[in-house]
């Protein structure tokens, strides 16, 4: 993998942004890589993205519902911890006795 800066002129292919890990194909003539001064891109094979792409969807589809139940889990220990132990920097709430006649 050879590594490119932005505004070099470009072979067709793939292009990956190490900074904000975007892919950037080039097609047909060679082009000029987008990006601001100091970007740097890596060309990456077609043949790894073709093997790469339907690793990535699986691990999607596979992880999405794990994250689901996780974030339920943090949820719903965030509400029994603060029912349990109330905010301390709340003010405390007077007790009310009953009047009796």
Do not use: C, Q, S
Not at 13 to 21: D, I, L, M, Q, S
Request: overall charge neutral; charged content about 15%; hydrophobic content about 45%.
């Amino acid at each position: 993998m050879r590594k490119h800066e932005d505004n070099e002129i470009a072979n067709p292919g793939f292009y990956w942004n190490r900074k904000t890990w975007d892919l950037t194909t080039v097609e047909g003539a060679p082009k000029a890589l987008p990006g601001e001064p100091g970007t740097t891109y890596l060309r990456v094979p077609a043949p790894l993205v073709l093997a790469v792409a339907p690793l990535m969807g699986a691990l999607y589809v596979m992880f999405l519902p794990v994250i689901g139940f996780a974030m339920l889990a943090h949820h719903l220990a965030n509400k029994i911890r603060h029912t349990a132990a109330p905010n301390p920097t709340e003010p405390a709430r007077e007790a009310t006795v009953p009047a009796t006649h």
